[in-house]
């Protein structure tokens, strides 16, 4: 086996070759991006993009945040990935805590509708959205778009919530049936300690779609102070589009929560991934 | 009073009928064990007469009072589970208070009562562990501590045991035994382990593919096993089973040796006598002939396995002195007061002679 | 109130806001298609019924003929660059990865960033850097000089949509490299202990035993690829507008979807919420057999 896996030096030579140049086509980038965001000047950027700060000044992300309205736009994507992330985590959880442990006439069918908005992805049916956001008056508000984002996410979540749910043992809540406990009781003690991870992954997924996205948003927000940070970076550009050491700090900004959200739970992600899509 | 009358009970899942016509009277504070092999439906039983699941059709009654679709709660019934089923980020105090602290009992009384139980269960030094910290034995005795709280008429009992080890299992049986003679409650038991249900049953049931195959009391079975089923699972090790055709009063065995029959039985008949170990010993005399296969001598017993000469396996209980060896060919006698007849259905349809 | 009666109203209670949030918001407009795509309706106004109306006009009128073709095969091409690498610099990756390679843990991390980070913000990253003033460039002409003028890869009708397939790839190759790693692991060790007992070569164990296997992983590489690539067009709307410039030449779906909803620049004035619920609905009729396919694939193997 392991001969099969062990490489010889000239191969391995070329290897970590090819794989420094990917490294490098990644890297370049965001290098780049990093690099030139704390240039105090444009001058500096056109002169020469590839070269490092003169001195590393931190004006350009004053600037993004204050003067160009990031500190604004940071905040409504706060509220809204923080929202949406708490609405879809108790939403799937105890939709698939119905669906799998209580379940009743109808609830396979249910549970099928789900598994069709899997497949069939939100922005087809963009103008009939449109027009119930429209007609219920949410539109141009923070809420219709965490509504409509938490809306986004629950077929997925209720997928892992439900496939995670299926591998726990029905024994302690039997027990706490047994106990007399009712269902909020049992849901609540019982079952939301024993599916942290599932919930963990759900969080995590929901919170970097909902930061990431930018279609939705779009559509549904008119007013600029309403923007999260994806608008307000297509905003800041329309403004600010040659000013690159301002884009660069804003871009910056903005990869920031997942850059961190990832490195604190790179596992997590890659699973979540996996088991969103594949199940060998 | 704590009687349970369950009547024609069938439980289906969908199309699988897996509990057929039950029909069981449980007396007061009695102490009765459901067993079985894997599958024969007792755990099915168990939960159907705790509420968890529901009956297709039939009736359970606890105490006069139709229980049948009364939600668990509302039974009076409280259970113990096969892996404990211990609240992990409670408290061992707040496990065993938790079904009080459900019906949102007064916190002094639920704390009083906790106390109690503790003590009873010799768990009152442990009541701010939780459960990752405490040991099989110790968990058990928590969920059995949780079922004593709810102060119910009837305890059910899962498997309670299957996941100890054979020490603590022996330990753990005593203290069930201990128990039940310091509660005043009807206990319903169900395990696969037929020596748990000789030594705590007053009565036990035998369950075969979600059928009744027997119920009595465990002397009961052991001597007057109603069919070749029950007569194999009751007692340890197996009893024998001979194959023989009739002849008037008379079984032939394959090679030809006879064991003489109670009553007569249809001629040419195909049946099965029953020997278990113990009662058969070897004698200069006996009618079965065989060639020892294998030896164990366990200390205060010894064990014969031997082979018919149509190739039918037998064990034979012998006394340590016995001296014999591997391949040895010897003849066996059967005390024919504890030879039991099975006919080719394996219904028991008398015994040996001077047997009633 | 008995127990159960307590219990069946709390069960709906727990059922309800996930139904509802998901029924009002996504499920039902989704079902809205079907009727939506029967009228003909500027947004604000009246609607006019038009029965098949709006797929006649779709695929009758040249007006819309055409850019619904149009959109369409280049969405196609825009696919097919994008699967063609992610396939094969993916598989490629992949397997280096899983070799005993120095650091591969820490390349595997690396590769993984592009993942996480916002549509929005990826596009405008790679747009500056391949704008013709930017490090791309820059580097091309006069660092390596192997080029007299900036390309502009955004500007050139023939070359933009290649360049978007590129972003696209940049942003996502991380998902296909661990996909097919996870596949690549999952392939028991036995096997290849079996092929190297009878003599086989690493290029031969890899053909028979290894990339066998890959087959799943590639079909569900494919098929998430195809579902997000022809109903989402973030890049494009982001960097070169509804109109989807230049001169249409980087129309997909997405955008063209968009239009009709909402309008490009120029031709508010045609805007029909029906039209464009008749071309998500075709676009859903288009992509849903090979969606069902890997759901249905995957749901048997529980």
């Not at chain 1, 690099?35 to 993009?49: A, H, T, W």
């Not at chain 1, 103008?127 to 007609?135: G, K, R």
């Not at chain 2, 606890?62 to 609240?87: E, H, K, N």
């Not at chain 2, 992990?88 to 009384?109: C, H, S, W, Y």
Request: charged share 15%; proline share 5%.
């Amino acid at each position: 086996m392991d001969k099969l896996f062990r490489l010889s030096r000239t191969e391995q030579l070329v290897v970590q070759f090819i794989l420094i140049a990917w490294a490098i086509v990644v890297l370049f980038p965001i290098g780049v991006a990093v690099i030139n965001s704390f240039k105090p000047n444009l001058g500096e950027v056109y002169r020469g993009p590839l070269n490092l700060p003169s001195e590393w000044s931190f004006g350009n992300y004053v600037e993004a945040w204050v003067g160009a309205n990031f500190g604004k736009y940071f905040l409504n994507s706060v509220i809204i990935s923080g929202c949406t992330v708490v609405i879809v985590t108790l939403c799937a959880s105890t939709t698939a805590f119905v669906l799998v442990r209580m379940p009743f006439r109808g609830s396979a069918i249910i549970f099928g509708c789900f598994m069709l908005g899997v497949i069939i992805p939100i922005r087809l049916a963009l103008a009939p959205l449109f027009v119930t956001v429209n007609t219920l008056g949410l539109l141009d508000t923070l809420t219709g778009v965490i509504l409509v984002q938490s809306a986004s996410m629950m077929p997925v979540a209720v997928f892992i919530m439900t496939a995670f749910l299926r591998s726990v043992p029905s024994e302690l809540e039997d027990a706490a049936r047994m106990d007399g406990a009712l269902p909020f009781s049992i849901y609540w003690r019982v079952v939301l300690p024993l599916i942290r991870p599932a919930i963990a992954t759900v969080a995590l997924l929901t919170f970097v779609q909902s930061w990431n996205e930018y279609f939705l948003p779009l559509i549904f927000l008119q007013s600029p102070e309403n923007y999260p940070i994806t608008l307000g970076i297509a905003e800041f550009r329309s403004q600010f589009a040659v000013q690159w050491h301002l884009m660069f700090a804003g871009i910056l900004i903005m990869l920031i929560p997942t850059i961190i959200a990832f490195v604190l739970a790179s596992r997590q992600f890659i699973e979540g991934l996996t088991q969103g899509g594949v199940k060998e | 009073m704590s009687t349970i009358s369950i009547k024609g009970l069938n439980k289906s899942y969908g199309k699988v009928q897996v509990l057929h016509d039950i029909n069981l009277e449980i007396g007061d504070n009695a102490f009765v064990v459901f067993v079985g092999p894997s599958g024969c439906g007792k755990s099915t039983l168990l939960r159907t007469i705790a509420g968890l699941e529901e009956r297709t059709s039939g009736s359970i009654h606890l105490d006069g009072r139709d229980i049948s679709d009364d939600a668990p709660v509302d039974r009076d019934v409280a259970m113990v589970f096969q892996s404990y089923a211990l609240y992990p980020q409670m408290t061992v105090r707040e496990n065993i208070g938790f079904a009080l602290r459900m019906a949102k009992v007064d916190k002094a009384e639920i704390d009083r009562k906790v106390v109690e139980a503790a003590k009873l269960l010799k768990l009152d030094k442990l009541l701010d562990r939780k459960p990752k910290d405490l040991s099989g034995g110790q968990r058990q005795r928590v969920a059995i501590g949780r079922a004593i709280l709810r102060s119910p008429k009837v305890f059910l009992f899962d498997e309670p045991l299957s996941n100890l080890d054979a020490e603590l299992r022996v330990d753990m049986r005593l203290q069930i035994a201990a128990l039940r003679r310091a509660l005043s409650a009807t206990f319903v038991y169900v395990t696969h382990d037929q020596v748990e249900a000789m030594t705590l049953a007053d009565t036990i049931v035998v369950l075969k593919d979600g059928f009744i195959e027997q119920i009595g009391a465990p002397m009961d079975l052991y001597h007057r096993p109603a069919n070749r089923f029950v007569a194999g699972f009751i007692g340890s090790p197996r009893m024998n089973f001979l194959p023989a055709t009739a002849q008037g009063k008379t079984a032939v065995l394959a090679d030809g040796g006879t064991l003489p029959l109670a009553h007569d039985v249809a001629d040419g008949s195909e049946l099965a006598l029953g020997l278990r170990p113990e009662h058969l010993r070897p004698a200069e005399g006996g009618a079965i002939a065989v060639t020892i296969t294998e030896i164990e001598n366990l200390g205060p017993v010894s064990y014969a396995h031997c082979a018919l000469g149509d190739g039918t396996l037998l064990t034979a209980q012998l006394p340590p002195d016995h001296g014999l060896k591997l391949g040895q060919q010897i003849k066996l006698g059967a005390e024919l007061t504890h030879l039991h007849v099975f006919d080719a259905k394996g219904t028991r349809v008398g015994g040996g002679a001077a047997h009633g | 109130m008995t127990y159960k009666q307590k219990a069946r109203i709390q069960r709906l209670a727990l059922l309800l806001p996930g139904v509802a949030l998901y029924g009002i918001f996504n499920f039902m407009p989704l079902l809205g298609l079907l009727g939506l795509s029967l009228v003909r309706w500027p947004g604000i106004g009246p609607s006019e019924y038009v029965g098949l109306g709006n797929f006649m006009q779709l695929l009758g009128e040249p007006y819309y003929r055409d850019q619904f073709f149009n959109a369409l095969f280049q969405n196609v091409y825009f696919f097919v660059i994008i699967i063609g690498a992610m396939l094969i610099l993916g598989t490629g990756l992949a397997l280096l990865l899983s070799f005993r390679t120095w650091g591969r843990n820490t390349y595997r991390a690396i590769f993984f960033i592009p993942y996480p980070l916002a549509g929005a913000a990826v596009a405008f990253l790679l747009n500056m850097m391949v704008e013709t003033r930017g490090p791309i460039n820059t580097l091309l002409v006069k660092g390596l000089g192997v080029m007299d003028a900036p390309i502009g890869f955004l500007g050139e009708p023939d070359l933009a949509l290649s360049t978007l397939a590129v972003f696209y790839s940049w942003h996502r190759l991380s998902f296909a490299i661990i996909l097919i790693m996870s596949a690549i692991i999952a392939v028991r060790v036995h096997l290849l202990e079996a092929a190297m007992l009878d003599g086989a070569n690493r290029w031969q164990t890899l053909r028979a035993v290894v990339f066998p296997v890959l087959g799943p992983a590639f079909i569900l590489i494919t098929v998430i690829v195809m579902v997000d690539v022809f109903n989402n067009a973030d890049y494009t709307l982001l960097l070169m507008g509804p109109e989807a410039g230049p001169l249409r030449n980087t129309d997909i779906m997405g955008t063209f979807l968009f239009r009709t909803s909402f309008g490009g620049s120029a031709t508010s004035v045609n805007i029909n919420f029906g039209m464009a619920a008749a071309i998500g609905l075709i676009t859903a009729l288009l992509i849903l057999p090979a969606a069902l396919y890997l759901s249905l694939k995957n749901l048997r193997k529980d």
